[in-house]
């Protein structure tokens, strides 16, 4: 079976949905999605994309039909724990050094699952390193060296090549699905991504 993976930000929220649905996918296929942390900020710069708040500004129909769909997926999944988050376009840097740096620690899973709480089920403004740091230290996780990581040439490092990884394989946005060398974009592919592993296992 070839490679799961899930290339993310924690700025998205369809990425944190997705995160949600993610579970009972492997449950139901056997698989086990790998978690690749990207910077979606740099993702758009390489891409030359923009996000759509910013892409479908001002455009008719579209913006409601969005949150049509997201209502929908909500409801599919039984997903109760999502609230926009008020502060949103957050700036995801430290976030996203975080995770790597919670990687070096193994501590990553842990760090993925509070971070996405404190991100969009308890929203706070997570740019802010004061928030960052209580909402950490509430999450019981070791603040101190995180900070001090996210700081190292080494995390910075590794972040950027994976975003320029993800980028050089296909990825303008997140989430981004890798079955394989089979890309698919958008919690709205979750059903073709699980079809491609089942069709993958069947080989």
Known sequence: MSAVEFHFDFGSPNAYLSHLVIPDIEKRTGAKFQYVPILLGGIFKLAGNRS???AFAGIKNKPEY???EMSRFLRRHGITRFKLNPFFPVNTLMLMRGAVAAQTLGIFERYVEEVYR?????PKKMDDPAVLRAALDESGLPTAKLFELVQSQD???RLMASTQSSFERGTFGSPTFFVGDEIFFGKDRLRDVEDEI???QAK
Do not use: F, G, S
Request: charged share 40%.
């Open 198 to 200: 089942k069709a993958q």
């Open 118 to 122: 404190h991100m969009w089920a308890d």
């Open 66 to 68: 969005e949150r049509l």
């Open 155 to 157: 995390v910075k490092d």
């Open 52 to 54: 759509p708040a910013e």
